[in-house]
């Protein structure tokens, strides 16, 4: 069974820019989350979405909007990119909200210059 | 503020040591936790979790935590390490006080000599 699929791993930004994240989540899971992990914060709750609606959504800026699709597959996106906003994004899938057990992709490495 | 704390930030042991890592919550309400592991260069996987039952859990690798109610804690033990267990380990909780969310510690890094 493929496992969550992130695109790109890497990519490389400068300040003011926007970017969109992809995630494909497992097979047959129909949650999506997604994570910010930085050094010094760790992991941070961005948003969760279940069957295309927004279920919950964390402590961070409008800049950063989610989305996902009939399919599953999610998407994240940042606008005006700030230095700050340099981290790892994680996704993770799971077969239904409020489990707690959530399967993560390697993650997006976005560096912002 | 609800929170999830990892006492230590780091972890120095040795081959065959015990290890503890502690883990706070203070969230309120029915609370399922977890604790997640993630080895160099790997994407984060599960360890360990506690629904309900038996305060007392194991997980892969010989790996247990338990689950005091009264202390709002779910510390993460293994009797002897080994150096495979080089990694940075989360706990994390759900709460339905908190919505859907799965909230993480900052991580706890430990590193295994041999």
């Known amino acids: 069974k493929a496992g969550v699929t992130q695109t790109p791993r890497y990519l490389i930004k400068t300040r003011g820019q926007q970017v969109t994240l992809s995630c494909s989540p497992i097979?047959?899971?129909?949650?999506v989350s997604w994570y910010q992990q930085t050094p010094g914060q760790g992991l941070q709750f961005l948003f969760e979405y279940f069957s295309e609606t927004q279920r919950n959504k964390g402590n961070f800026p409008g800049r950063f909007s989610g989305r996902q699709f009939s399919n599953s597959r999610s998407e994240m996106n940042v606008s005006t990119l700030e230095l700050g906003d340099s981290a790892l994004y994680l996704c993770a899938s799971s077969l239904g909200s409020f489990t707690g057990e959530l399967f993560f992709g390697e993650g997006s490495r976005l560096t912002v210059l | 503020a609800q929170s999830v704390s990892q006492h230590n930030h780091h972890v120095i042991l040795s081959e065959a040591a015990s290890l503890e890592l502690g883990c706070n919550y203070s969230?309120?309400?029915?609370?399922?936790l977890f604790w997640y592991v993630q080895y160099p260069g790997q994407h984060l996987q599960l360890l360990l979790k506690?629904?309900?039952?038996?305060?007392l859990v194991k997980g892969i690798k010989g790996f247990e935590a338990e689950f005091i109610k009264s202390k709002f804690s779910f510390n993460l033990r293994k009797p002897s390490v080994q150096w495979s267990d080089t990694a940075e380990y989360f706990c994390?909780?759900?709460?339905?006080?908190?919505?859907?969310?799965?909230?993480f510690g900052k991580g706890t890094t430990l590193s295994v000599s041999s």
């Open positions: 994390a909780v759900i709460s339905n006080q908190a919505g859907t969310a799965l909230i």
């Open positions: 506690y629904f309900s039952g038996d305060p």
């Open positions: 969230y309120g309400g029915t609370v399922n």
């Open positions: 097979s047959g899971h129909r949650s």
